[in-house]
C-alpha cells in the first residue's frame, strides 16, 4: 500500500497546489450555489488534477468524484476524492480547509490523505499501519471524562429535517462538555481527533466523501467510530460520532435521548 500512498499524496498536493493558488487571489473566487450547498470553479480544478494524477498511475481504478461521479464503476480499487472539504471556509477566507483522498479495495478502506495546502499539514493513514501527521506519528488524545473534552460538530445544513434534533443533541453536548467548535471541514475535524486537537466529534448525514478519509485517519490513531446508534454503519447513513473511546461514549450517551424516530430509523 505505501507505493498506492505516495501516488495518493502527489495528487493531494497536486489538487492542494490548485486551491494554493485560487486562495491567494481570494477576490476572483468563482462560486456557484447548488441548493443549500456551494462549488466553487477551485473545487471543480481541484478535483481534474487529482484525478488526472490518479489516472496516471492507475488509469484503470474506479473513481467517486464529488464533483465528477463515479468514473470506471465496478473496479475493485476505487478511489474516493473530496478536491475540497471546507468550501464555504475557502469561499470566506478562512484557512481551514482540505484535500481528502481515499482508496477502497472491495469496499474496505485501505489508505487516505488528508491535506490542507495553507498549513502544510499532511494527514495520512494505511489500513492496519497507524496514522500520521507530515511523518510523525498521531494518536488520539488520552481525555476520558466528557466534562473536560472539546468537542468538534457540523451543522446539518443539507439535511434540515435533522435540525430540532440535531439542536437538541448540540445542547446536552454543551452542557456536559468543556467546550464545542464548529470548524467547518469534516475531513480536516476527524484528523484532529486523529492528532489528539479534538476529543470528539460528530455531525448528521455526511456523505461518503466527506468522511471517508478522516475517519480512516481517526480510527489507525486509535479512535472510536459509531453511528448515532453505536453501531458501525456511518459510511450507510452518515451520521458520525467519533472520537476516544471513553468520549465516544459519553457523546452517545449525551445525544440518547435527543435522536428522532427519523435519526433512529436511519441507523438501522
Known amino acids: 500500500m505505501r507505493p498506492m500512498l505516495n501516488i495518493a499524496v502527489r495528487a ?13 487571489e481570494h ?26 494524477s490518479l489516472q496516471k498511475s492507475y488509469p484503470e481504478h474506479g473513481i467517486l468524484a464529488r464533483e465528477s ?4 464503476p465496478g473496479h475493485d480499487h476505487q478511489w ?17 480547509f482540505a484535500v481528502s483522498i481515499a482508496l477502497q479495495v472491495k469496499n474496505k478502506t485501505e489508505l487516505a490523505v488528508v491535506y490542507n ?15 500520521q501527521l507530515n511523518d510523525y506519528r498521531i494518536r488520539v488524545s488520552q481525555q476520558k471524562d466528557l466534562t473536560d473534552a472539546l468537542i468538534g460538530t457540523g451543522l446539518p445544513h443539507k439535511s434540515r429535517q435533522h435540525t430540532e434534533s440535531y439542536m437538541s443533541m448540540l445542547q446536552e453536548v454543551f452542557i456536559q462538555a468543556s467546550d464545542l467548535r464548529r470548524a467547518g471541514s469534516t475531513a480536516l475535524d476527524l484528523a484532529y481527533v486523529a ?8 455531525e448528521v448525514s455526511l456523505k461518503p466523501w466527506s468522511l471517508i478519509s478522516g475517519a480512516l485517519i481517526a480510527r489507525e490513531a486509535g479512535a472510536m467510530m459509531t453511528d448515532f446508534v ?12 467519533a472520537g476516544t473511546p471513553k468520549i465516544t461514549q ?13 435519526l433512529r430509523k436511519s441507523c438501522s
Open 12 to 24: 493531494a498536493r497536486q489538487g492542494g497546489s490548485v486551491l494554493s493558488r485560487a486562495y491567494a
Open 27 to 52: 477576490d476572483k473566487v468563482e462560486v456557484f450555489k447548488k441548493g443549500h450547498d456551494y462549488v466553487t470553479k477551485a473545487d471543480l480544478d481541484s478535483e481534474k488534477a487529482i484525478i488526472a
Open 69 to 72: 461521479g463515479v468514473i470506471n
Open 80 to 96: 474516493v476524492i473530496d478536491p475540497l472539504s471546507g468550501t464555504m471556509n475557502f469561499i470566506k477566507g478562512i484557512p481551514h
Open 117 to 131: 495546502p495553507i498549513t502544510d499539514e499532511l494527514f495520512t493513514a494505511i489500513n492496519g499501519a497507524g496514522a
Open 195 to 202: 492528532a489528539g486537537r479534538f476529543d470528539g466529534f460528530f
Open 230 to 241: 453505536g453501531g458501525h454503519h456511518y459510511f450507510k447513513n452518515g451520521h458520525l460520532v
Open 250 to 262: 459519553g457523546l452517545l450517551r449525551a445525544m440518547r435521548p435527543s435522536l428522532s424516530d427519523a
